[in-house]
């Protein structure tokens, strides 16, 4: 868990009265105050960097810059809930964490898996947001570098920046590229060694301002060590028709619908779609009333009609969707092999109150409507995909 709260100081001093000042303030205004703080300390530590952090800088995002938060994503209460636990709550009830097994002891990361295009970079960007902590963004090709021993300074500058930087939340998307197991990379000692790093420095981190999240549509295929350093482990599925529609309303939040467009029946007819999916499709629709638009002007200029003016805000109607539904199709598809081993991963090792292990072929995927909860990781559970406005 990110730790935010701050030792004890003497209460007479100006550092003692700005903790008392904190405690009695409220978690909006904590968060608002670390925002701050931390555009300021993005600022400060890019002064002091040597060069291999100076690398990782075009992964850093300032919490302030960040759009994306909470009330931008949509996932299942149960998602939200376990990463404000892990990460938001100690910024507004520090005071909970400074005694007992919270202040000795934390959970060393969280894991998001579930199919491609869900919003899984987007939880991550919205844990940062509502913290107040910086994103430290990691890729592959970051981490892989042509010399060797390259790699495991690479790794090394990745904790070393996190802790100037914090609070931190260390994102690895696309975990699997770095973190695949060691016994199915063949004999790549780079591979081996830069896990290795990884798993040296991830022990020796103490520091409670810095926490590790990771995404991956191929769980299965990660490191068991390091599997074991992800005990929280949540799922992000693809969205339910209610949940379809929720998400088409976020990304529809600012534009006109004619009274012909119906977000339930075209959520309806997107039963496939993940929320990246989604807003491809809103966008599509909004450029196909663009069209629509310039063909008007056009027209009425060989008219001769110099009076002719658009509105001054476009309105989106259910032929622009139609249209769309044409041109972007589900990204997903029932006969995606991984989609099975997600399932499989999912029962065996994912983050899920009271789930049924399942044995055999087939995994229970209960009733069904045009075939989409037997596209889903998991049936009948509400689960749903987040996806940004």
């Known amino acids: 868990m990110i730790n935010f709260g701050k030792k004890d100081k003497p209460p007479g001093s100006q550092e003692g009265q700005e903790a008392h000042a904190d405690e009695?303030?409220?978690?909006?205004?904590?968060?608002?105050?670390?925002?701050?703080?931390?555009?300021?300390?993005?600022?400060?530590?890019?002064?002091n960097l040597n060069q291999h952090e100076t690398k990782l800088l075009t992964g850093v995002a300032d919490s302030q810059n960040i759009r994306t938060g909470f009330d931008d994503v949509h996932a299942t209460p149960e998602t939200i809930e376990a990463l404000k636990t892990l990460t938001t709550l100690s910024l507004m009830r520090p005071e909970a964490f400074s005694y007992g097994v919270l202040a000795s002891d934390r959970l060393p990361g969280l894991m998001l898996y579930g199919p491609p295009g869900t919003g899984k970079t987007l939880l991550a960007k919205a844990v940062a947001k509502e913290s107040g902590a910086t994103v430290l963004e990691i890729s592959g090709a970051q981490i892989y570098e042509k010399y060797v021993g390259e790699g495991e300074k690479m790794v090394r500058a990745v904790f070393s920046l996190a802790k100037k930087l914090s609070p931190c939340v260390v994102f690895i998307d696309e975990a699997d590229a770095i973190f695949g197991s060691r016994s199915g990379a063949g004999n790549r000692n780079t591979h081996r060694e830069i896990i290795n790093q990884f798993l040296r420095e991830w022990d020796g981190m103490d520091d409670h301002g810095v926490f590790m999240m990771v995404a991956s549509n191929r769980p299965f295929d990660l490191d068991d060590a390091v599997l074991r350093r992800l005990p929280r482990r949540l799922l992000v599925d693809l969205p339910v028709a209610k949940d379809r529609e929720s998400i088409l309303g976020i990304h529809l939040k600012n534009e006109a619908l004619d009274d012909s467009v119906s977000l339930a029946n075209l959520a309806e007819q997107t039963p496939l779609y993940s929320g990246s999916d989604l807003k491809n499709l809103c966008v599509s629709a909004a450029l196909a009333c663009v069209r629509e638009e310039n063909g008007l002007i056009t027209r009425n200029e060989k008219d001769g009609n110099t009076d002719f003016k658009l509105p001054e805000k476009r309105t989106l109607a259910k032929r622009h969707f139609d249209k769309a539904v044409q041109e972007i199709s589900a990204s997903i598809?029932?006969?995606?092999?991984?989609?099975?081993?997600?399932?499989?991963?999912?029962?065996?090792?994912?983050?899920?109150k009271g789930r049924k292990k399942k044995s055999g072929y087939g995994f229970g995927m209960g009733e069904q409507k045009v075939d989409e909860s037997s596209v889903r990781v998991r049936a009948g559970t509400g689960d749903s995909a987040p996806s940004p406005s």
């Open 24 to 47: 009695n303030s409220g978690p909006n205004q904590k968060a608002d105050k670390q925002k701050r703080a931390g555009s300021k300390k993005v600022e400060e530590v890019k002064k």
């Open 333 to 352: 598809s029932e006969d995606m092999a991984s989609l099975n081993a997600i399932r499989k991963f999912d029962e065996q090792y994912g983050d899920r």
